[in-house]
């Protein structure tokens, strides 16, 4: 038996883990940055508020934090308009191997400075965090062995207890998320501009009373065993990563409100424009359906997004839509 953070960390992280020995998050579950170009589309939006905010330096970047087969950083570089193209620096960081992209810089880790914006999609829930249970009144960590059976462990540290009584107070079980929180806080500490998280997640007024760890491989869900078959992730506690981080400004949206504040609707074309020109009504109707996926309350559209300027750089519009 070992704690629950260390066998996920293991499972995930270590020499011939789930994401080390590179997996692509693609042939396992199925992201927004998959779905086509929109999300990118939106992102470039955002980004060009963000370089109009730095006063367009002769720099900017667009980092993708937890890159996985780097779509994101691929399509945003792909995408750029001329005003941003010149200027643009595209970097994409994982854990897991580079992919040879040209034109994307790869890095393992978060490169010192960043001036622009980092955007880290379904990067915190694969960040391996604390998983407690509360008995009687005591939070325990739980243990788990390389078949997912799990028991509770020794008592949990003032750490955990701290941020459960403040985030998460009635769990029976939870995620801690002080992982998140520093990783967050740690990554925006770098950045100058904007940074954006966009994730699956709770708020403290809907979050459940008994955890979200969860497993994926090969596009199903499945029960969670940290023996590097699966994917291990566990939703994000966004309002806790907001207020870990020194921030000029921050929103927390739903990715359907912060989309359509970007510009992204899921309009289908005029029916006459199927008898004019075929082609263009059947790429305007793929792009609608896309559109819909991203925007779709119930699906990805319920993404949460945290979006944080930094300290001393204006708010991007989206802050203030
Ligand atoms: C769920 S996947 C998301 C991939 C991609 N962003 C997408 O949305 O399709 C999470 C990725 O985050 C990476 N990751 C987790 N922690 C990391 C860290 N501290 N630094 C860099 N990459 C990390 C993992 O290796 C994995 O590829």
Redesign the pocket.
Known sequence: MRDWQDAWWNA??SNGGF??RG????GH?R????VGPELAEALLVLLDRVDHGLGRPSTVDFV?????????AETVLRLAPPRLSSRLRVTA????PSRDIPGVHWF???PEQVLGLL?????????PCPVITVHNGLIRRVLVDEHGAEQPGPEAGAAERDWLRRWWPGAHRAEVGTTRDA?WAAALARVRGAALA?DYGHLAADRPGDGTLTGYRSGRQVRPVPDGSC?L?AHVAMDACASAAAAGSTVLSTQSAALRALGLTAATPPSGLAATDPAAWLSATAAAGRAHELLDPAGLGGFHWLLQSTAGTPAPQLMRA
């Open positions: 995930l992280y994401f080390t997996e692509r998050p693609a579950f992201t927004a940055p998959l993708d934090m937890g890159a996985g087969g780097g779509e994101l960081v994982d854990l897991g393992h880790e978060l955007v880290g999609h379904e990067w915190l829930d694969a960040i990783a966009v994917d992730t």
